[in-house]
């Protein structure tokens, strides 16, 4: 049986499931709302303050998406109610970033400015620009926005300028040798 499948998802005060024909999930939550269709082989059964995720046989198809059901069920309660976050750091002389609520502009280095602007997300940074925080319900588009960011100018390795995930390690490499 899979560790993380035969898990209870709890859901906590405050946040409403919804589970239609189908496996259509709808969570609705303090901080907003997230529908998802999820897959019809697996059974869900909700008893109190719990969902269970069930599989019906042991095949190999079924035992990959019992972990996954419940893995996706999981984040969209916790979406709702505590809601996910990337932190990014861009370092390198002249570039910044600039959000305000759902709307991102970013220098680096280009001729022009990028901009991000993606509903249900919201991008702070502090008062430098070098500090970004990407804040939003739904943890795959938080990740993927923040991987989005990222790809604009991913780290170099001589200097180590660019757009890093906080804590990212990037490893330097040693630099061309002079003439002696």
């Not at 990407?134 to 588009?141: Q, S, T």
Request: charged share 25%; glycine share 12%.
């Amino acid at each position: 049986m899979s560790r993380v499948g035969r898990r209870p998802v709890i859901i906590p005060k405050g946040v409403a499931v919804t589970i239609a024909p189908d496996n259509m999930v709808t969570v609705k939550g303090p901080k907003g709302t997230l529908s998802r269709q999820l897959s019809q082989e697996m059974n869900l059964v909700q008893e109190g303050g719990q969902i269970l995720v069930q599989r019906p046989t042991d095949q190999r198809h079924h035992r990959a998406l019992h972990g996954l059901t419940r893995v996706l069920l999981n984040n969209m309660v916790l979406g709702v109610s505590e809601g996910f976050q990337k932190e990014l750091e861009i370092i390198g002389v002249g570039y910044r970033a600039d959000g305000k609520g759902s709307k991102l502009t970013l220098q680096l280095g280009y001729s022009h400015p990028i901009e991000f602007n993606v509903d249900g997300l919201t991008f702070e940074t502090d008062r430098s620009g070098h500090q970004l925080l990407i804040k939003g319900i739904d943890k795959e588009v938080v990740g993927q926005v923040a991987a989005d960011v990222r790809r604009c100018r991913p780290p170099e390795p001589y200097k180590g300028k660019g757009v890093r995930y906080k804590g990212e390690y990037v490893r330097q490499k040693v630099g061309k040798a002079g003439k002696r």
